[in-house]
């Protein structure tokens, strides 16, 4: 069987104040109708076994996922007790599926990326679960740059795999400089690695044993299934045993019959502020507004008020988001770094952590 | 007897949102304790009869300058029910002060001007008081100029008066180009009128028979006083037959013995957000702060919160301003346009008008 890995742990950091560690982006419904975390398992649906998926988040979103997630039984909302980026939590969901289900494929998706194109996105998913069940390989979507992106890793693809519409994986590069990532995009032959995936559990637990032997060990601990008494504190074990790493470094950049799909919808990942304007489109200014604005002589911003009006006067390239309780004037270049205010708050107690 | 008039009808319009048509700058504690209106009161009070002087307001704000002007009777505090600059509203104070007191003296001072040095200021009133007095002279406030501001007038100085501290007038200069003020504060002989004014009722009422008629004509129809029944209706009838115009324009460019008596005392008219880096003072980065907030690599900027956090990061000589219900962000060099912002808001209903 086929299940979903939602993975639903992103802290609110990115798109803060709009986003926080109570309701970070996967819990935004940013077409103002259904959360980006409903989304994503709304769209894989018709492809999975929905009443065992899981989805793999923070223990203080557990309640309020379970309630975005409605066909996915409440026990199987995994809750992580600390964040140990996504090699541990995808490694969690594997185990745990294979213990019921030798055969399992997971398809694991971030629950906070914008898709354009739902039944693209299922044929995409639909190539890639033929090509990691009949050539057992781990097969990862990438998606063809439109920009030279500077925070993501890219994927140099190979010759063409058994499977039509897969091929093969020559490299990985995380986060290039700019100059090489405009060398990429002219290159032709890179594509973003979306942080989507497809796999058999078992294979993904064999690289696990070969290249994570300490997660692999926190991970035979684990014997209890979701909703039976022992499991949360097995989970509790897990997460203080395991390091931090992510699938891309821990994993992908070292396994063997690594594949690609290229993508056939559209994807963003909505990772800084200036996304907003991809997403919800610009005017002829290149002005993008939600909420109650007044723009004056302003030229590529992005404005968003939940409450009160924001006016903008004679600015170029800045977000300015007003919540009720906190604003934000940033340049949409140092967008990135808004991290950095939410780092400060929390120091400050200003706002709480997000476990 | 020494009368002051206090021209309260400021609308709030360039430090808005901090200022609104119902909270103009005139009502804002700047130092966190007194109005402006009030603290010009308290100032000038020694100098003054403080019980029948005056102060002309929009007829919305009567009550509330009024009781911020408590020793002043509250049917002096005169409420116009439409704005007409300085012009009309010196007129009427000045036909109201005379006819119970010929001999009446005024001392006009505009009630949102921030100022350092009571006792200087009060040194350098009692000098205009007396260049008033024994010359009959028109006297205005000079304040040397400490920057090429462009939106002030400018008073080019003469040769020394009879009185001591005392300077005739050559010309007037309505905001000068930048070149031109450059000049002028390159010159040494040019000062910023202030828009403070000492006279005679009975000089001023001479030179508006002289120069606006049309003022000189409604004025004689106003013959009750403050306090008495047909008092409102009087004002209300003037008000509608009076033109719009300023005194520097309607009588100082054109009088007679006109004099300044250069300020011993700090001035600013605070006319807009950048001046409030001058009255609350600035940071080694530039950055003046009021409220709760946090800037990472700003600089140059004023950061002003009545509610919540305001986060502002890599952004350089903004103004940012969160209110209960609006927030400005605007370039410093942008900030006297904050007036659009208003305009437009009160055409769309947002905020109300003034009188």
């Known amino acids: 069987m086929r299940y ?29 109708e259904t959360t980006l975390v409903a989304r994503t398992l709304d769209r894989i649906a018709p492809l999975v076994r929905l009443d065992e998926s899981l989805a793999m988040t923070s223990e203080s979103l557990r309640e309020t996922i379970a309630s975005e997630l409605r066909l996915v039984p409440a026990e199987r909302i995994v809750g992580e007790p600390v964040g140990r980026n996504t090699a541990p939590a995808i490694a969690l969901a594997a185990r745990i599926l294979t213990r019921s289900d030798p055969d399992a494929l997971l398809v694991v998706l971030p629950a906070d990326h914008v898709i354009g194109g739902d039944s ?51 490299s990985f590069h995380e986060k290039p400089d700019r100059a090489t990532a405009e060398e990429f995009v002219r290159a032709g032959e890179y594509l973003w690695n979306s942080g989507m995936f497809v796999w058999r559990g078992d294979r993904f637990l064999e690289e696990i044993e070969r290249h994570l032997p300490d997660v692999a060990r926190a991970l035979r601990r684990v014997s209890a299934r979701p909703g039976e008494p022992a499991f949360r504190t097995e989970v509790r074990h897990y997460y203080d045993a395991v390091p931090s790493v992510s699938v891309d470094y821990g994993v992908m950049e070292k396994a063997d019959s690594v594949l690609v799909v290229p993508a056939r919808f559209t994807w963003d990942d909505v990772g800084a502020w200036p996304a907003l304007s991809r997403v919800w489109g610009a005017d002829g200014s290149g002005n993008t507004v939600r909420g109650d604005a007044l723009l004056v002589d302003a030229k590529g911003c992005v404005v968003y008020s939940e409450e009160g009006t924001v006016a903008v006067l004679g600015m170029s390239d800045v977000v300015v988001a007003r919540t009720g309780d906190a604003t934000l004037v940033c340049s949409k270049d140092r967008a990135r770094d808004v991290r950095l205010i939410v780092e400060e708050l929390k120091r400050r107690g200003a706002i709480k952590g997000d476990r």
Chains 1, 2 share one sequence.
């Open 4 to 32: 979903a890995v939602i993975l639903a742990g992103g802290r609110g950091e990115r798109l803060w104040p709009m986003s926080t560690p109570s309701r970070p982006k996967q819990l935004l419904a940013l077409d103002g």
């Open 120 to 170: 693209e996105f299922r044929e995409t998913m639909a190539i890639a679960i033929e090509a990691a069940e009949a050539e057992r390989a781990l097969v990862t979507i990438g998606v063809r740059p439109t920009r030279a992106e500077t925070e993501y890793g890219y994927v140099r693809v190979g010759d063409s795999s058994a499977t039509e519409g897969v091929l093969g994986v020559r």
